[in-house]
């Protein structure tokens, strides 16, 4: 039962730990770059590729 005194305030430490950087992080503008690197890679550049590399028509 004594653990429980310590793991509650703990688990409310980190908890408003965590918000507190996600706040930080919001004002920051960590999410508001939608072009960055994490999603360059989902965008579809096979049709540049194959374009590049279709022969000539004649």
């Known amino acids: 039962m004594n653990v429980i005194y310590t793991l509650i305030p703990g688990m409310v430490f980190f ?3 965590f918000v507190v950087v996600l706040i930080w992080a919001v004002k920051k503008g960590q ?3 939608m ?3 994490a999603s360059r890679i989902l965008m ?3 049709e ?3 374009l590049a590399r ?5």
């Open 15 to 17: 908890g408003v730990l």
């Open 31 to 33: 999410y508001e770059d």
């Open 35 to 37: 072009e960055g690197s």
């Open 44 to 46: 579809d550049d096979d």
């Open 48 to 50: 540049d590729a194959m």
């Open 54 to 58: 279709r022969p000539d028509e004649k």
